[in-house]
Nanobody, 126 residues
């Protein structure tokens, strides 16, 4: 089982920024180069939403329509981390953000994933 550990959530005012990180402990025993990493979110009473994904080689990214132009995903396979830089945050970005992973190399998608983290809360409020 590939373990994913999120961090960086918190409370931020509208228009502010947050950076989420997800670490994959080396003890997991997986070579990250062959795994797509992604961020999903779920707000109370709403369905889970795909936020962004990045391919195993880092060369392909995809964003949900609601975050395009505001969020940026990146990864560092040597450090075994994936990050989500969130700018111009809006109250509707409030949700639990989950890191997820599935196998993949040079493409990614915002569909089904096998491995999930525990989530980190992001609250955008004045």
């Amino acid at each position: 089982q590939l373990q994913l550990v999120e961090s960086g959530g918190g409370l931020v005012q509208p228009g502010g920024s947050l950076r989420l990180s997800c670490a994959v402990p080396e003890a997991s025993g997986f070579t990250l180069d062959y795994y797509v990493l992604a961020w999903f979110r779920q707000a109370p009473g709403k369905e889970r939403e795909g936020v962004s994904c990045i391919s195993g080689d880092g060369g392909f990214t995809k964003y949900g329509d609601s975050v395009k132009g505001r969020f940026t995903i990146s990864r560092d396979n040597a450090k075994r981390t994936v990050s989500l830089q969130m700018n111009s945050l809006k109250p509707e970005d409030t949700a639990i953000y989950y890191c997820a992973s599935t196998t993949g190399w040079n493409r990614c998608h915002l569909g089904e994933y096998e491995h999930w983290g525990q989530g980190t809360q992001v609250t955008v409020s004045s």
